[in-house]
């Protein structure tokens, strides 16, 4: 069995074999630069597996970040927002080349759990149409699995599979209700940690320059900011902390706000009769002061459903696709009983 999590960082793919469970992953960027002779050499000499195209080599996944590190120039996503680029036929064939150097060999029918904001027919997307596309030709099954799902099959076990779940990442947000692993509601929203990156920059006027002279917004600077110690957004001392828990407080009031008017509105049958964990899973939620701003608001909105305990996750690349393996193996169960 295998579980693959496309997310707009990261590709990453686990496999349950007969006496382990492997895991791969690759950053999901490139780099693009005119070929050379003395760029041709370069990567030659760092031993760097490169793509011609045209007049320009292309560099993908951790050799690409080391790259732009190194020569100070901007990575490219292969996702733009978490969605795949539209009249971009390169972007394409790059995204299905870091698919399947993630991917264990051919599936030979096997069944691969395929993770997305929401699980939905791949045929209503664009972007989930072509991950199946690309599993399909190398011989797997995509089943989807929802991203809030997956997470509360990885941390929920403990309760039952039982509480809610906030699946907060680069491109969008999920809030979720489960009940002995069914899914009760989710809502969906699509501004992500990188939108808030772009605000900050934006309103600060942060840039960062190519070697061409290119001016681009320096997010990757604000997300370092954003980790180092003494940033809270439930306690800012300076302006651009001010500024940061003020764009979180309202996208967070939002996520909220939107997953109570759908408790309010659904019917009260499902309703928990005490109170449950709050799980926050993705990079959004790592922020210092995340789980006590989280208490704020939910206390200030009469959230509709008690909340026991906020659990932030720590950083843990496979937890998504751990989460998908256990649903996907607990549906295979459930089909063969």
């Known amino acids: 069995m295998v579980c693959l999590d496309l997310g707009t960082s990261e590709f990453r793919s686990l496999r349950c ?25 370069l990567l030659r000499q760092l031993r760097m597996e490169t793509i011609r195209c045209d007049d ?26 978490g969605l795949v680029p539209t009249d971009d036929p390169l972007g394409r064939q790059l995204i299905s080349a870091v698919i399947e150097s993630i991917l264990p060999g051919t599936g030979n029918g096997e069944t691969c759990g395929l993770i997305s904001r929401a699980a939905i027919d791949f045929e209503q997307k664009p972007d989930l149409q072509l991950f199946a596309q690309i599993l399909r030709l190398k011989g797997f099954n995509p089943e989807p699995v929802s991203s809030a799902a997956a997470v509360a099959f990885a941390e929920l076990g403990d309760d039952q599979f039982t509480g809610l779940v ?8 999920s809030l979720g209700a489960y009940r002995y692993s ?5 809502s969906h929203f699509v501004n992500g940690g990188n939108l808030i990156d772009e605000r900050v920059a934006k309103i600060r006027n942060r840039f960062r320059f190519d070697q061409e002279g290119n001016r681009y917004l320096d997010t990757q600077a604000i997300e370092a900011w954003k980790r180092s110690f003494g940033v809270r957004i439930d306690r800012p001392r300076t302006d651009d902390e001010k500024l940061l828990a003020e ?19 659904s019917s009260s049958v499902w309703r928990f009769s005490t109170p449950v964990k709050l799980v926050c899973a993705g990079g959004c939620t790592r922020i210092s002061g995340f789980a006590e701003l989280t ?38 169960q459930a089909a063969v009983a």
């Open 247 to 265: 764009i979180f407080r309202e996208q967070l009031l939002t996520i909220l706000l939107r997953f109570r008017t759908a408790v309010n509105s």
């Open 166 to 173: 906030m699946d907060w990442g680069a491109s969008g947000a």
């Open 295 to 332: 208490a704020q608001i939910l206390s200030e909105i009469d959230f509709p459903i008690a909340i026991s305990e906020i659990q932030v996750c720590t950083a843990d690349s496979f937890r998504s696709v751990r989460g998908a393996m256990i649903c996907t193996e607990l549906d295979r």
């Open 17 to 41: 074999r007969t006496a382990c469970i492997a895991g791969r992953k690759s950053p999901a960027v490139y780099v693009s630069f005119p070929s050379t002779h003395s760029d041709v050499n």
């Open 182 to 186: 069914e899914t009760l509601l989710e």
């Open 56 to 81: 320009s080599l292309i560099v993908v996944g951790a050799a690409a970040q080391e790259l732009a590190c190194s020569l100070r120039i901007p990575t490219i996503p292969l996702l733009i927002d």
